[in-house]
């Protein structure tokens, strides 16, 4: 079992930045690859981005491609999302998700455990 728990979600206005954390317990975090999914009020759940285990290889969808970047450290546990320049099309409750393999994938079924979420709020 892995247990994932979000932080660092909160109200912030357009243009701004805000940087989620997402640690992890339970077994083998380094081994994993890691996503971060968001859903917005009446929306699907959407693929944000990811990362390999190793931290080598990234993914992420074009909504967010040179605003937002994942990185994980390994000896804490922990994947981040940084957030820039932000828009209020980004407003959602952040997910992060482990996936028990080592290729990417942007397909939210084929990730194993999730964590409750942090709700992002951006104002115009």
């Known amino acids: 079992q892995v247990q994932l728990v979000e932080s660092g979600g909160e109200l912030v206005q357009a243009g701004g930045s805000l940087r989620l954390s997402c640690a992890a317990s339970?077994?083998?975090?380094?081994?994993?690859?890691m996503g971060w999914f968001r859903q917005a009020p009446g929306k699907e759940r959407e693929f944000v981005a990811a990362?390999?285990?190793?931290?080598?290889?990234?993914r992420y969808a074009d909504s967010v491609k040179g605003r937002f970047t994942i990185s994980r450290d390994n000896a804490k546990n922990t994947v981040y999302l940084q957030m820039n320049s932000l828009k209020p099309e980004d407003t959602a409750v952040y997910y992060c998700?482990?996936?028990?393999?080592?290729?990417?994938?942007?397909?939210?079924?084929?990730?194993?455990?999730w964590g409750q979420g942090t709700q992002v709020t951006v104002s115009s």
């Open positions: 990362i390999t285990f190793s931290g080598t290889s990234t």
């Open positions: 339970g077994r083998t975090f380094s081994t994993y690859a």
């Open positions: 998700a482990v996936r028990r393999a080592s290729i990417l994938v942007t397909d939210g079924s084929r990730y194993d455990y």
